[in-house]
């Protein structure tokens, strides 16, 4: 078997991002994403209850977490875990941080990492030197990607690995300043086509950070 980890980040930026992510939960095409805890407001109410309805089913709902290297890293870590246990009333199944092209969050990366040993949670597969749990191959950025890329990328895979494939999926939002805004309805056309094309693979098998 191989294992794949189909993962939404960015909930929580945006209600209308939100409701795209959420859609994509409920129809099983997806089985994880990840919170901007620091952007969810009041108005996501029912979204954040509609999230934690889903656990129940198996989706794993991790921490995007947000770091500005010129304050405490430590301190912004522990922070943020605490405000997505009051945010949900559980635990987060796993933790993730964007690596800027020229790697300036390398340092909050390995602090994260560290953080999720001591809290036994999974943390993305970002490549560093990473120990814990996490997928056994680097997590790729389909929004970044041409489906013909991502598709190579699927046929790659093999017996026995676990992988991670990112997307960021949604609606343009007027009111976003998020520097994907225009990709993300490109990023439901990539769900809906890898779905299918994992449908030509039946040894791969969509999964959650649960399932790790």
Avoid: W
Wanted: hydrophobic residues 35%; glycine residues 6%; charged residues 30%.
């Amino acid at each position: 078997m191989i294992k794949l980890i189909l993962n939404a980040d960015d909930f929580g930026h945006s209600k209308i991002f939100n409701t795209e992510i959420i859609k994509l939960l409920r129809e099983g095409k997806l089985k994880s994403t990840t919170v901007m805890v620091k952007r969810v407001d009041p108005t996501q109410k029912y979204q954040i209850e509609e999230l934690g309805i889903l656990r129940k089913d198996g989706i794993s709902i991790g921490i995007h977490f947000e770091i500005d290297e010129n304050e405490d890293i430590r301190k912004q870590i522990e922070e943020q875990y605490s405000l997505f246990f009051n945010i949900f009333g559980f635990q987060p199944s796993h933790f993730d941080i964007h690596m800027p092209k020229y790697r300036l969050m390398e340092n909050a990366a390995l602090e994260i990492i560290k953080f999720g040993d001591e809290k036994a949670v999974p943390v993305r597969n970002l490549g560093l030197n990473e120990t814990g749990k996490h997928t056994s191959e680097k997590a790729f950025f389909a929004t970044n990607h041409s489906i013909e890329e991502i598709y190579s990328y699927i046929d790659d895979m093999q017996e026995g690995k676990s992988y991670e494939i990112i997307v960021h999926p949604g609606m343009f939002d007027p009111e976003s300043k998020s520097s994907l805004n225009k990709d993300r309805e490109q990023d439901i056309l990539k769900v809906n086509l890898i779905n299918k094309k994992i449908k030509q693979r039946p040894e791969i098998k969509i999964i959650s950070y649960l399932d790790l």
